[in-house]
Nanobody, 120 residues
Framework: QVQLVESGGGLVQTGGSLRLSCAASGSIFRINTMGWYRQAPGKQRELVASITSGGSTNYADSVKGRFTISRDNAKNTVALQMNSLKPGDTGVYYC??????????????WGQGTQVTVSS
């Protein structure tokens, strides 16, 4: 089993910054893609940013130039630096990891979610 634990959410004013962190632990052989998703009230969960084990990144158009995703493969962690936050960034942010476990079985894992609220 693999666990993802997130931290760093909170309340911030428009234009402010927050940094989210996520640490993976458990039966891990290799973590492939890691990413952050968010879900606003009444909306579907959407991809915010993802990063491969080789460091290739992908961002939603709405966050390009404002958010930066990074990871530490040695520590099995991923972070999301969010700058110039807008009220539209409000939502629950979920960490995601596609993991090959020690039995070489691939699975998708999710964190419990952390609330980000941007006030206008």
């Amino acid at each position: 089993q693999v666990q993802l634990v997130e931290s760093g959410g909170g309340l911030v004013q428009t234009g402010g910054s927050l940094r989210l962190s996520c640490a993976a632990s458990g039966s891990i052989f290799r973590i492939n893609t890691m990413g952050w998703y968010r879900q606003a009230p009444g909306k579907q969960r959407e991809l915010v940013a993802s990063i491969t084990s080789g460091g290739s990144t992908n961002y939603a158009d709405s966050v390009k130039g404002r958010f930066t995703i990074s990871r530490d493969n040695a520590k099995n962690t991923v972070a999301l630096q969010m700058n110039s936050l807008k009220p539209g960034d409000t939502g629950v942010y979920y960490c995601n990891a596609f993991v090959t476990n020690r039995r070489y079985y691939d699975s998708d894992y999710w964190g419990q979610g952390t609330q980000v609220t941007v006030s206008s």
